[in-house]
């Protein structure tokens, strides 16, 4: 098992800056990648992020050039910096790690952190 606890949301102004995070704990060997998808009232899940073992880095087109995705492997966290916020940015964060159980790769979630953006 992998136990995911996201940090950092809030509400912030548009054009203002969020870094959120995400620590991994349990079985973190093996995790493959983790990303930061969100989802918004009315809407699918989506990814936002993500950061492979490899150190490669993949972006929604919606947020690219303003979201960071970076990791502290010491640390066993994920951050995501959110940069010159939208209202469109507004939705529940969530963490996900995608990890390699011997059979299967397997999906943990954390419980989310909300990301309220103003006009």
């Known amino acids: 098992q992998v136990q995911l606890v996201e940090s950092g949301g809030g509400l912030v102004q548009a054009g203002g800056s969020l870094r959120l995070s995400c620590v991994a704990s349990?079985?973190?060997?093996?995790?493959?990648?983790i990303g930061w998808y969100r989802q918004a009232p009315g809407k699918r899940r989506e990814l936002v992020a993500a950061?492979?073992?490899?150190?490669?880095?993949k972006y929604a087109d919606s947020v690219a050039g303003r979201f960071t995705i970076s990791r502290d492997n010491a640390k066993n966290t994920v951050y995501l910096q959110m940069n010159s916020l939208k209202p469109e940015d507004t939705a529940v964060y969530y963490c996900?790690?995608?990890?390699?159980?011997?059979?299967?790769?397997?999906?943990?979630w954390g419980q989310g952190t909300q990301v309220t953006v103003s006009s």
């Open positions: 349990g079985s973190t060997f093996d995790i493959n990648a």
């Open positions: 950061i492979y073992s490899d150190g490669n880095t």
């Open positions: 996900s790690a995608n990890r390699w159980d011997g059979s299967y790769y397997r999906d943990y």
